[in-house]
C-alpha cells in the first residue's frame, strides 16, 4: 500500500463566491472562482485526492481586529 498525503485544503474567502459581494470592492471576482474551484475538484478527483473546503473569512469576519482580506467600513 502506497502511503503519502492524499488531501489538500483550499482557503477562500466568502468575496470570492458571494454574488451579493460589492461589484466595486477590489477583490470582487464577479464569481469567477467557483470555476477553478470546480476544476481543481475534479483534478483532485482523478488523483484520488481529498479536497476540503475552507470558508477562510466569512461575511462580518470574526473579530473586530483587522486580520482578514477585507477592512470593513467605518
Known sequence: MEKG??????????????????PSAPEYYGGVPFKYIDR?????????????LDLHGAVGGQSSAQVGARIPPR
Open 5 to 22: 498525503i492524499k488531501s489538500f485544503r483550499l482557503p477562500f474567502g466568502y468575496w470570492n463566491v458571494d454574488a451579493s459581494a460589492d
Open 40 to 52: 481543481l475538484i475534479d483534478w483532485a478527483e482523478e488523483l484520488e485526492f481529498s479536497v476540503v
